[in-house]
């Protein structure tokens, strides 16, 4: 009883302070779907897996997801997301480090690294969907705000 | 010629430090700094360490790096980059406890924690800077990183490196009057880079005696996203899309509403303290204008009493006891500081009682009621940060 009393009272005198109740009730995006086609040299792998790596506490809560891409070299991955939950009352800025690696032929490939800064779907590409293309002849770069062999599909 | 960072490069910086916190993969540093990492060779840059924590819990985390520059506009040059402490640690630091200051570069007293982490970053980058011979040092920091950077800044042009350039976003004030002058000069005035929304809580804390470099400078005043205080306008990615793709020089331009003289505080506070004039409950413009007016009032009060030295009482302490003596013996700052105080209470959502004695007590609870609102939003806006 004490404590909901408390976090009333938190939230009431925070609610003056501008944005302090906006996406209370909302969930947090630590990593965007996505959907991505694995080649080889311009071809189809099938069989690549996609391990999914986020790290945004320490130690890391988020545990490792894996899939595998089909006959058309095709993967995706659902958006992963947390509850705003009342340690979240007020939006903030996270770090939230994303990776994607690629194990084909018993190589590890690193598909994809970036620094989210933000709970919002899609602050990775600015807004855009995270449909990317891993060439396993690229060697991994930069570009734009995330690193890897995987490249933004054009729109 | 040296070239000065871009603001998007600056606060693109700034905003991959944090990444280090969790990684001691300097990619991911580089990732969030696409605008910089073709001039500063990021990836084979150094990460700074420190201890964050204390006790069974203390660990080392990544506090930042040091990056050299690639051939082209900024070869020779370096890049020494800081960010924000961890949350735990903010409200310690940013409340009046720690406010007292410890003897920093110089000896001009300066904060006692940025100066701590700032003192234990120091041999890092000096290790690695060992043999380089730069010819400038960019130094970038955000948050309490940018006070933290304020530091460093000031402790490497001291010990002759290179030529040094500061840039900090949302800010808090490092050091006092006489040390942020002083840095102002040996730095130069056009080599500080300092950006805030007029809304951001933090750069509205420590309270005076601090002051912000460069001195008596409005600096790079951002519009905030509203009226109110707003602890998202603290944030990187809402300075990153606030400074876009302008110049500093384009930046610089806009200058806030302030008050240059006694009289004109006097003026302003006069107006806030009526209850039937403007709203001002928590309004960042008003808080503005009441630091600007209290810190005219001390000044004056300064002239009047005389400034002893803080010694071991608080800073509340000691502003109370300097505003209330300044009471007893001028009635233009008597005056002054019953408006002041009708218009903090408005601020903060009450009202002065009709005859109500101004005592040395009740200044003191005044203010702190001031200051602990203040320092409690920008404790919860550093508190967003990763």
Redesign the interface.
């Given at each position: 009883m004490f404590k909901r009393l408390v976090l009333s009272t938190l939230i009431v005198s925070?609610t003056?302070?501008?944005?302090?109740t906006?996406g209370m009730f909302s969930e947090l995006v630590l990593f965007s779907e996505v959907e991505g086609v694995v080649l080889k040299d311009g071809v189809p792998v099938e069989g690549a897996e996609i391990v999914q790596e986020i790290?945004?506490?320490?130690p890391s809560k988020i545990p490792a997801k894996t899939v595998q891409t089909g006959a058309d070299g095709r993967f995706a991955l659902a958006r992963v997301t947390t509850g705003a939950g009342l340690s979240r009352v007020?939006?903030?800025?996270?770090?939230i480090?994303q990776r994607l690696m690629i194990r084909h032929n018993g190589v590890e490939y690193e598909g994809w690294?970036?620094?989210k800064?933000?709970y919002e779907l899609n602050s990775e590409l600015a807004g855009r969907s995270l449909r990317l293309i891993c060439e396993l002849a690229n060697a991994p770069d930069?570009e734009?705000?995330?690193?890897g062999i995987c490249r933004v599909a054009p729109e | 010629m040296t070239l000065e960072l871009t603001p998007k490069q600056a606060g693109e910086i700034a905003d991959s430090t944090y990444a280090l916190r969790l990684s001691d993969n300097m990619i991911d540093a580089a990732v969030g700094a696409a605008s910089a990492r073709n001039d500063f060779e990021i990836v084979n840059g150094q990460r700074l360490t420190g201890i964050t924590g204390v006790g069974p819990v203390s660990r080392t985390t990544g506090f930042g790096y040091v990056a050299f520059g690639k051939s082209g506009s900024h070869q020779g040059e370096c890049l020494v980059a800081i960010r924000g402490t961890e949350k735990s640690s903010a409200h310690d630091w940013m409340t009046n406890v720690r406010m007292a200051g410890v003897s920093g570069p110089g000896g001009y007293t300066v904060h006692a924690g940025f100066w701590n982490l700032a003192s234990g970053l120091l041999p890092q980058i000096q290790r690695t800077l060992r043999g380089r011979n730069p010819s400038l040092i960019h130094v970038v920091g955000h948050s309490l990183g940018g006070a933290t950077a304020t530091l460093i800044a000031d402790a490497l042009h001291r010990s002759s490196i290179a030529a040094v350039k500061l840039y900090t976003f949302g800010a808090p004030r490092a050091g006092v009057e006489l040390h942020a002058s002083a840095l102002t000069r040996n730095l130069g005035r056009r080599n500080i880079y300092r950006a805030y929304h007029h809304t951001d809580p933090v750069p509205m804390v420590p309270v005076f005696p601090y002051a912000h470099v460069p001195y008596q400078d409005e600096a790079c005043w951002l519009q905030g996203c509203g009226k109110l205080l707003s602890v998202n306008d603290h944030l990187m990615p809402t300075y990153l899309s606030s400074v876009g793709d302008q110049s500093w020089g384009q930046l610089r331009s806009a200058q806030p509403p302030t008050l240059d003289t006694f009289e004109a505080a006097d003026r302003w506070l006069a107006a806030a303290a009526r209850v039937n004039s403007i709203p001002i409950i928590l309004s960042a413009s008003a808080l503005r204008m009441i630091l600007w007016a209290l810190r005219w009032i001390l000044r004056k009060a300064g002239e009047i009493i005389g400034y002893a030295l803080l010694g071991g009482a608080t800073i509340i302490d000691y502003l109370a006891k300097l505003l209330y003596r300044s009471v007893l013996q001028s009635i233009a700052i008597a005056r002054a500081v019953e408006n002041m105080i009708a218009a903090i209470l408005r601020f903060t959502g009450r009202t002065l009682a009709i005859g109500a004695r101004i005592t040395e007590a009740f200044i003191q609870y005044v203010l702190e009621l001031l200051f602990r609102m203040v320092t409690a939003v920008a404790v919860r806006a550093i508190n967003q940060l990763p």
């Amino acid at each position: 009883m004490f404590k909901r009393l408390v976090l009333s009272t938190l939230i009431v005198s925070l609610t003056p302070i501008a944005g302090a109740t906006m996406g209370m009730f909302s969930e947090l995006v630590l990593f965007s779907e996505v959907e991505g086609v694995v080649l080889k040299d311009g071809v189809p792998v099938e069989g690549a897996e996609i391990v999914q790596e986020i790290t945004y506490e320490e130690p890391s809560k988020i545990p490792a997801k894996t899939v595998q891409t089909g006959a058309d070299g095709r993967f995706a991955l659902a958006r992963v997301t947390t509850g705003a939950g009342l340690s979240r009352v007020i939006p903030g800025q996270p770090s939230i480090l994303q990776r994607l690696m690629i194990r084909h032929n018993g190589v590890e490939y690193e598909g994809w690294r970036h620094n989210k800064n933000s709970y919002e779907l899609n602050s990775e590409l600015a807004g855009r969907s995270l449909r990317l293309i891993c060439e396993l002849a690229n060697a991994p770069d930069f570009e734009g705000k995330h690193y890897g062999i995987c490249r933004v599909a054009p729109e | 010629m040296t070239l000065e960072l871009t603001p998007k490069q600056a606060g693109e910086i700034a905003d991959s430090t944090y990444a280090l916190r969790l990684s001691d993969n300097m990619i991911d540093a580089a990732v969030g700094a696409a605008s910089a990492r073709n001039d500063f060779e990021i990836v084979n840059g150094q990460r700074l360490t420190g201890i964050t924590g204390v006790g069974p819990v203390s660990r080392t985390t990544g506090f930042g790096y040091v990056a050299f520059g690639k051939s082209g506009s900024h070869q020779g040059e370096c890049l020494v980059a800081i960010r924000g402490t961890e949350k735990s640690s903010a409200h310690d630091w940013m409340t009046n406890v720690r406010m007292a200051g410890v003897s920093g570069p110089g000896g001009y007293t300066v904060h006692a924690g940025f100066w701590n982490l700032a003192s234990g970053l120091l041999p890092q980058i000096q290790r690695t800077l060992r043999g380089r011979n730069p010819s400038l040092i960019h130094v970038v920091g955000h948050s309490l990183g940018g006070a933290t950077a304020t530091l460093i800044a000031d402790a490497l042009h001291r010990s002759s490196i290179a030529a040094v350039k500061l840039y900090t976003f949302g800010a808090p004030r490092a050091g006092v009057e006489l040390h942020a002058s002083a840095l102002t000069r040996n730095l130069g005035r056009r080599n500080i880079y300092r950006a805030y929304h007029h809304t951001d809580p933090v750069p509205m804390v420590p309270v005076f005696p601090y002051a912000h470099v460069p001195y008596q400078d409005e600096a790079c005043w951002l519009q905030g996203c509203g009226k109110l205080l707003s602890v998202n306008d603290h944030l990187m990615p809402t300075y990153l899309s606030s400074v876009g793709d302008q110049s500093w020089g384009q930046l610089r331009s806009a200058q806030p509403p302030t008050l240059d003289t006694f009289e004109a505080a006097d003026r302003w506070l006069a107006a806030a303290a009526r209850v039937n004039s403007i709203p001002i409950i928590l309004s960042a413009s008003a808080l503005r204008m009441i630091l600007w007016a209290l810190r005219w009032i001390l000044r004056k009060a300064g002239e009047i009493i005389g400034y002893a030295l803080l010694g071991g009482a608080t800073i509340i302490d000691y502003l109370a006891k300097l505003l209330y003596r300044s009471v007893l013996q001028s009635i233009a700052i008597a005056r002054a500081v019953e408006n002041m105080i009708a218009a903090i209470l408005r601020f903060t959502g009450r009202t002065l009682a009709i005859g109500a004695r101004i005592t040395e007590a009740f200044i003191q609870y005044v203010l702190e009621l001031l200051f602990r609102m203040v320092t409690a939003v920008a404790v919860r806006a550093i508190n967003q940060l990763p």
